[in-house]
């Protein structure tokens, strides 16, 4: 069987995929600094002002330089995106079938150039990059997908019993205009290509925003999309800060509907935001996570310790995914926390372009001190088991690393237990059994991801108590971490999202589309 790359089977590549993404890398860095425009119904615009991008791998490293867009800019794009709108939804569906996957065709094709961009700008690893491409090329191709699996969305609906009349009754799925879709920097490729793929593929023209801190991904995923020959005005890209151009971009009430991946603060923002509107719009919120793993007695220890090593610091811990919390029954408790620090104590840290490096830097100097404060205010209420420190030795001090940390002892009412932090921080408690675990695990406002260790019995119970979108069982890939489209849908309840339905899952793609019932009658 060919070599199928998920966040599942990325820990044992072929070799041939290390060759080419050094090739790409040493390419990639060959060509930095170029700039970058925003692209406003197919043409370059440019900002007066611009935002240099550093590496966080190494902070003299300059990767690129992009455009500050301005609340006009943002009009601009959302002026753009309602003009392409006509052209675009009366298109057949089949055709927006063929431009999606010609885009992620181009995708496919730069695969390993953009993947080395974006461990040059998140600081993740070579393979959790080549995840984060190949899922995007995925996410477009499920959403392209579902469209032709339901025949573009126009089904029949039954004929009502009219007396000397038949009725023909059908329900068809349209697009609602602009969508606004806005990226954070951890998956800067999944997160944009999958909201705009669905948006696209239902008829909707978009404007894009990545995050400040990973504008490169987008900018390259928009140059896919040109080569595609997705038309002019039907993807937009803007970038700049949250607070100027995303805030102009929710705002504007040409504006039909928004995906917003990010933290539960913003996001909460934007809904309350739109809800202030004349009429209710929909509002796709993918948000923080504050994620369990629960250790039964019954576990198998390696596997738990592993799992949740992966989970808890894969990409930095900077997934909405990551495991934060860590239930284990008393039993086992010593056993198991004796190897999740031996497994964290083994972690390759450094640069994470290079192949053996697993572990590498977090985002930028906020997170950075934020690390620092964390860990401070952890260690006075708790133990610090390994870690807990900034790395500053030799290569290091040209980045921003920090040492991934195990912390125990820190009582159950203290914050930190409840709020995320998006850091390589986990915690551990030991619980009297299971029932006490799960009253924990769900006793937060998040419910994104869950995992659980145990027998088969305790994992059907866990499934159908947890409160979270997104569940797994004996994972040592990561407890947590690592949905695949196709494979695993991926979505949280309560403050983890608001759609109530998975990514590159089966109810997705509807979100983006609004139904209308249409019913012809006539005389028999
Ligand atoms: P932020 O919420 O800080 O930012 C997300 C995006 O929103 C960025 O593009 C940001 O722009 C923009 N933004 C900020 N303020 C505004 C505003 N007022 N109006 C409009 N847009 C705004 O999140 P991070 O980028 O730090 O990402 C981490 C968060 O994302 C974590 O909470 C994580 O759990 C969550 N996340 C959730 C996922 C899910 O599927 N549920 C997946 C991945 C991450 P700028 O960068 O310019 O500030």
């Known amino acids: 069987m060919a070599f199928k790359l998920t966040y ?75 003009a392409a709108f006509p052209n675009w939804k009366a298109m057949n569906w089949e055709e927006r079938v063929y431009l999606m996957r010609k885009f992620a065709d181009r995708i496919s094709a730069r695969i390993y150039e953009i993947s080395a961009a974006v461990s040059l700008e998140v600081g993740k690893n070579r ?111 803007v970038t700049g800060s949250g607070s100027t151009l995303g805030n102009a971009l929710t705002a504007n009430e040409d504006v039909a509907g928004i995906t917003f991946t990010g933290s539960l603060d913003v996001g909460m923002g934007i809904y309350r935001q739109f809800a202030n509107r004349k009429y209710p719009h929909p509002v796709i919120l993918e948000l923080g996570g504050k ?96 870690g807990g420190k900034q790395l500053i030795e030799g290569e290091l001090a040209k980045g921003f690393y920090c040492a991934p940390t195990v912390v125990a002892d820190v009582p159950l009412g203290h914050r930190l237990w409840k709020e995320e932090m998006f850091l390589p921080i986990v915690m551990v408690t030991p619980v009297d059994d299971l029932k006490q675990a799960m009253e924990l695990a769900n006793d937060v406002d998040y419910g994104l991801t869950a995992g659980f260790v145990g027998t088969p019995d305790e994992t059907e119970w866990f499934f159908d108590h947890v409160e979270a979108g997104t569940v797994y069982s004996n994972r040592p890939q990561g407890t947590t971490t690592g949905a695949w489209p196709g494979f695993q849908s991926f979505g949280g309840w309560k403050g983890s999202g608001s759609a109530g339905k998975n990514g590159g899952g089966y109810y997705y793609l509807p979100l983006y589309m609004h139904e209308q019932s249409r019913t012809r009658v006539k005389r028999a």
């Open 8 to 82: 599942g089977t990325m820990s044992d590549p072929p070799q041939e995929m290390h060759d080419k993404f050094d090739q790409a890398l040493e390419n990639v860095k060959q060509n930095l600094g170029r700039e970058y425009p925003m692209i406003i119904n197919g043409e370059n615009r440019f900002a007066e002002e611009k935002h240099q991008a550093f590496s966080p791998i190494n902070t003299n490293l300059h990767l690129a330089t992009f455009q500050k867009g301005t609340a006009k800019d943002a009009d601009d794009a959302v002026a753009a995106a309602k």
């Open 127 to 237: 393979m959790e990059a080549l995840g984060d491409v190949a899922e995007t090329e995925d996410l477009i191709r499920w959403a392209a997908d579902m469209m032709e699996q339901n025949n573009g969305y126009r089904k029949p609906l039954g004929s009502d019993p009219l007396v000397g009349m038949s009725s023909t009754n059908e329900s068809i799925l349209k697009p609602y205009g602009v969508w606004v879709v806005i990226v954070p920097f951890n998956f800067p490729a999944s997160l944009a290509g999958g909201p705009v793929g669905n948006a696209l593929v239902a008829g909707n023209t978009v404007v894009l925003k990545p995050a400040s801190d990973s504008s490169w991904t987008a900018s390259l995923l928009v140059e896919c999309a040109q080569e595609a020959g997705i038309p002019d005005g039907v993807l937009n890209l």
């Open 291 to 386: 994620n369990p793993t629960i250790v039964s007695r019954n576990a198998d220890l390696d596997l738990a310790a592993e799992g949740v090593m992966r989970s808890a610091f894969g990409l930095q811990g900077q997934k909405c995914s990551a495991t934060s919390r860590v239930f284990v029954e008393k039993p086992v408790y010593d056993a198991f926390v004796s190897k999740l620090v031996a497994n964290t104590s083994a972690i390759q840290i450094g640069d994470p372009t290079e192949q053996e490096n697993w572990f590498g830097p977090v985002i930028n100097r906020k997170a950075y001190q934020d690390y620092g404060n964390y860990v401070a205010e952890l260690a006075a209420a708790g133990t610090i088991l390994t």
